[in-house]
């Protein structure tokens, strides 16, 4: 298990407690979330989240504060210096991802282009 320094995606505490409250209520044994972008929304790209089973083959790991993220090998160039956190407020709730790789991002939020 290939395992990267966590420069490549960093948790504040919140993420770390929301990530750790998912594997607990998960139905399935998980080691932790994968995290990726994907090609949509009006800006290009969205960050996806998910539970992850195991590690996929050329995915890399990340371990801080005690949660596992992997990281879709697809993504590892978008998501450097990249900092994970979770909100929640009256609107909604979710992770919310800094980016510093970002060049633009639309004007609702949910896509970006590096």
Do not use: H, W
Request: hydrophobic share 35%; glycine share 8%; charged share 30%.
């Amino acid at each position: 298990m290939e395992t990267m320094s966590n420069s490549m995606i960093t948790l504040t505490d919140s993420a770390a407690e929301r990530v750790r409250s998912l594997i607990s209520r998960s139905e399935k044994p998980v080691l932790g979330l994968r995290v990726g972008v994907k090609t949509r929304g009006c800006s290009g790209l969205s960050y996806f989240v998910e539970y992850a089973e195991e590690q996929k083959k050329f995915e890399d790991m990340v371990e801080d504060k005690g949660v596992k993220i992997f990281i879709d090998p697809t993504a590892v160039m978008f998501l450097v210096g990249t900092q994970m956190d979770y909100v929640e407020d009256k609107l909604q709730s979710g992770f919310v991802f800094k980016n510093p790789n970002e060049k633009n991002r639309c004007g609702c939020g949910e896509s970006f282009n590096v």
